[in-house]
């Protein structure tokens, strides 16, 4: 079985810290994968609700070391997770508030157009970014989020935001994974399942630890029984016609169902869609058959001309 040391030091290869500030004033980072190039999109990679870059490692570096196109890739720590700073105002967990932070660090990694791959909370952030800021986002991939969010997924979702594990070790830390998840990834093997925890828990040097703020479970509400979820249709629909689309489902997901992506393909007609078999909610974007999926989307988007006033890909 795989050693914890021998995960972090994968975790710590191939990429640069990259440091911002938000509006209003927060220390915020991202994994800086690659340099731009011209001709590729630099892709921003925006993760879920109480998630953080090391989610996109696989995907980044396969992205940044392509052999024949390679990009540069920021993978986000949305605030109140990983290496960013916590927001005193839990009322700042919101997704408008993370468009703004992501637009801050485009803004201060010099980055005028980009496409974006968001998972879960962050494709809810990346389609406010087609509808805020349309000019700036050249393509969209969403990760098991769709404008329809299901009440058991989100159920699942809040109840273990608001009663985070706090394992004694990397054994209990994977148990605590594995119990919560089996049913969506019945696939994984022992190594899968501790890569798995280190990519949820940080390492402290004396064990693992929730890696983000617990005051994020105050920002989240769930209605009242028998009441629907809000919708985001609205959003969907008000993004631009042109803009490239994909979306992924884990065949297993319990937060979108297949009846949403055949709504939302029916909605663009030219969305691309994938399943993922053996993974649910979200797939976790290792396998081969799905990174090399996404670098065809994108590098089909590279060749898309931007719309009359936009920036060129090249940033």
């Keep these: 079985m795989a050693a914890v040391s021998d ?37 921003f990679c925006l993760p879920g609700l109480t998630r953080n870059s090391k989610d996109f490692h696989s995907l980044a570096r396969a992205l940044a070391e392509h052999a024949t196109r390679p990009r540069r890739v920021l993978a986000f720590e949305f605030r109140g997770r990983g290496r960013s700073g916590y927001d005193p105002d839990p009322a700042n967990y919101a997704p408008q508030k993370e468009l703004e932070d992501v637009l801050a660090g485009a803004d201060a990694a ?42 058991d997924g989100i159920a699942r979702i809040v109840d273990y935001v608001g009663n985070p594990a706090k394992p004694a070790d990397w054994a209990e830390a994977v ?52 009441q629907p979820l809000p919708t985001l249709w609205d959003v969907f629909d008000a993004l631009s016609p042109q803009l490239p689309l994909f979306t992924l489902r884990g065949a297993n997901s319990d937060v979108l169902s297949s009846a949403t992506v055949t709504e939302m393909a029916a909605k663009r007609p030219g969305m691309e869609a994938m399943v993922v078999d053996g993974e649910g909610h979200a797939p976790l974007l290792w396998d081969k058959a799905t990174i090399d999926r996404i670098s065809a989307f994108l590098a089909d988007a590279d060749t898309r001309p931007a719309a009359p006033g936009d920036q060129s890909p090249q940033s």
């Design 7 to 43: 995960i972090s030091e994968e975790y710590q290869r191939g990429w640069q810290p990259f440091h911002f500030r938000s509006a209003d004033g927060l220390d915020l980072f991202a994994r800086d994968y690659g340099t731009d190039r011209d001709g590729a999109l630099p892709l």
């Design 110 to 151: 010099g980055i005028d157009r980009f496409a974006a791959l968001g998972t879960s909370r962050g494709g809810i952030v990346g389609m406010l970014c087609g509808v805020a800021a349309p000019e700036r986002l050249a393509a969209l991939a969403l990760n098991d989020v769709g404008p329809v969010v299901e009440a």
């Design 175 to 226: 148990a605590a994974v594995r119990r919560t998840n089996a049913d969506q990834f019945p696939r994984l093997g022992a190594d899968d399942w501790l890569r798995f925890a280190y990519q949820i828990f940080r390492d402290t040097g004396n064990g693992p630890a929730a890696d983000y703020d617990p005051a994020l479970a105050a920002s989240l509400e769930m209605p009242e029984p028998g």
